[in-house]
C-alpha cells in the first residue's frame, strides 16, 4: 500500500492554518501543521514532508528566510509560498529564494488544491529529457545534478528552473508559448486564470544566468508574439 503524501502547512493565523488542515486531510494527504517560523524551519529542515506549503508573515523567521534556509540545504524539497503581498517585487523575491510557487491571500482553496497537486506531480516525475545541455560552445548544463558552467564559471540552478530549460531544449524547433510553459512545466490546467508573469520571472533569471547580456539574448530568445525559443547554436533561426 503506498504512504499517503506528507504535507507541513506553517501558517500563523490558526483559522487560515487549521482550515488548509482539515482541506488537505479531506483530500488525502498527512498534514502537520505550526505556526511559528523557527518551528517551521526546524520540522521543514528534518526532510520528512513532501511539500511545504509556507506563509511569508510569521513569528520568528519570516518565510522568505525560511525558504531560503530549506533552498541552501535542499534544492529539490517542494515549496509553495502563501503570502498576503501582492506586489512584483515580493513575489520575486520569493521565487527568486527557490519557491516553487506563489499563491496569494484570499486565495480560492480549490486553486490551491490544484497547485498542490501540480507541484508534487513534477517531483514526483523521473527527468525524461537530456541529462546534458550543451548551448554555443562554451555552456555546458548538468540537468541531473542542476548545475552546469560556461567554461571556468560555475552555474546553479534551482530545480523549476532547470525544468524550464529542459522543455525549451526538447522543443528547440519552435518557440514555446508562456501559457504552454505552465501547462506543461508548471502543471496547471489550461483553464486556470493563472498570471504569466511567473513564466517571465524564470526567463529572467535564466538568462542572467546563460547569457553574456541578458537584455540581448542569444540563447533563449524571445519570439514576438509566440513566446519562448531555445536557440542550442547563437544564430540559428
Not at 13 to 28: M, N, Q, T, Y
Not at 34 to 55: K, P, S, W
Not at 135 to 163: A, P, Y
Request: proline residues 3%.
Amino acid at each position: 500500500m503506498n504512504r499517503k503524501l506528507r504535507l507541513l502547512v506553517v501558517e500563523d493565523e490558526s483559522p487560515i492554518r487549521d482550515g488548509l488542515v482539515d482541506v488537505f486531510v479531506f483530500h488525502g494527504y498527512d498534514v502537520d501543521s505550526v505556526a511559528d517560523g523557527r518551528e517551521g524551519l526546524r520540522l521543514a529542515q528534518t526532510g520528512r514532508f513532501d511539500l511545504v506549503l509556507l506563509d511569508v508573515m510569521l513569528p520568528g523567521i519570516d518565510g522568505f528566510e525560511i525558504c531560503n534556509q530549506i533552498r541552501q540545504a535542499d534544492r529539490e524539497q517542494p515549496i509553495i509560498m502563501l503570502t498576503a503581498k501582492t506586489a512584483d517585487e515580493d513575489i520575486i523575491q520569493g521565487l527568486k529564494l527557490g519557491a516553487d510557487d506563489y499563491v496569494a491571500k484570499p486565495f480560492s482553496i480549490a486553486q490551491l488544491v490544484l497547485r498542490v497537486e501540480a507541484v508534487l506531480r513534477r517531483s514526483r516525475v523521473a527527468a525524461e529529457f537530456a541529462a546534458i545541455i550543451r548551448l554555443g560552445e562554451s555552456v555546458e548544463i548538468d540537468t541531473q545534478n542542476l548545475s552546469g558552467n560556461i567554461g571556468r564559471k560555475e552555474l546553479s540552478f534551482t530545480r523549476r528552473e532547470m525544468e524550464v530549460l529542459q522543455y525549451l531544449y526538447a522543443n528547440t524547433e519552435r518557440p514555446v508559448s508562456r501559457e504552454e510553459l505552465l501547462t506543461k512545466v508548471w502543471g496547471y490546467a489550461r483553464d486556470l486564470d493563472i498570471e504569466t508573469r511567473t513564466v517571465d520571472i524564470h526567463i529572467a533569471k535564466l538568462r542572467r544566468k546563460l547569457e553574456r547580456d541578458p537584455k540581448q539574448p542569444a540563447f533563449l530568445v524571445t519570439v514576438r508574439g509566440a513566446g519562448y525559443r531555445l536557440q542550442s547554436e547563437v544564430g540559428t533561426s
